[in-house]
């Protein structure tokens, strides 16, 4: 590539990079070119991948004033340029997981279990492989079956050679693929993959707990707001008809139970008396 070519490359990427709203670093490396293709349908027209040198792509970054991405743009990555915002951008970008089989040396990313049922194996060597790697394999109706949910490796536990090969046969993916994002940047504030994956679910359940706990002080204090106005003055009603009843204040609302209550010291008394 001529000098000339790449200062012209480099012009017509910083222009892109310094219009975007979102810059992020996209890893290649390892990441299969089906999930690449992916990524690309994800974010059509809401983003554009961009793959060159990573020499003109930090050159770029520095002219259109994105330099705080320089230190991550090393190996095999590529540019990520869109008009969504980074967490949207991030969760679209890895929406599309690749399910993958199991290395042998990888850790167990959780309990991994062979679910009983047939397989459209047939019997032979493969009985043996898999009962040495922990299934419960046996032969019915001409074919090998799993006679029970058989746990081949514990949440945390190396993968075997054996388990490996068992789970390739039974055609188990346990493991995932995914896009890496190692930084964004939108309005010169930079975001790190660590605080870009969020998980949704505990995000939510963090937030419900945190709702709760600040209507149950508000309750608590007697803070009013629109939320809990309702609920404070049932709160306040009921107290009210509590002090009401024990002090004997004799107000209309209150007569009837006044009445009940005195009814119920005479008879005690009576019973006393008597």
């Known amino acids: 590539m001529v000098k000339e070519e790449k200062k012209q490359i480099v012009e ?140 081949v490796a514990k949440k945390g536990a190396k993968i075997t050679d054996i388990i490996a090969k068992a789970l390739q046969k039974l055609d188990i993916k346990p493991f995932e693929l995914n896009v890496s994002i190692p930084a964004a940047v939108e309005d010169d504030v930079l975001y790190t993959e660590e605080v870009l994956h969020v998980d949704e679910k505990e995000f939510l359940a963090s937030i419900q707990k945190m709702h709760l706990g600040a209507y149950q002080l508000s309750m608590e204090i007697g803070y009013a707001t629109k939320s809990n106005i309702k609920d404070l003055l049932t709160k306040a009603y009921r107290n009210s008809r509590t002090i009401g009843i024990e002090k004997d204040i004799a107000v209309p609302e209150l007569m009837e139970e006044l009445l009940k209550k005195a009814s119920r010291q005479a008879s005690a008394l009576n019973f006393k008396v008597g």
């Open 12 to 151: 017509t990427l910083s222009k892109e990079i310094a219009a975007a709203k979102v810059v992020a670093v996209v890893d290649l490396h390892t990441l299969p070119a089906s999930l690449l293709h992916s990524l690309r349908k994800e974010i059509k027209g809401k983003g554009k991948v961009i793959i060159t040198k990573t020499t003109l792509l930090n050159r770029a970054l520095v002219k259109a004033k994105k330099d705080q991405l320089a230190k991550y743009v090393v190996g095999e990555k590529a540019l990520l340029i869109s008009d969504l915002d980074p967490f949207m951008l991030y969760k679209k970008a890895r929406g599309n997981p690749l399910k993958v089989y199991a290395k042998p040396g990888q850790v167990a990313p959780y309990d991994i279990i062979v679910p009983a049922g047939e397989t459209m194996l047939p019997p032979g060597p493969v009985l043996s492989e898999l009962k040495q790697a922990g299934v419960d394999a046996r032969i019915q109706a001409g074919k090998i079956a799993v006679g029970k949910d058989s746990t």
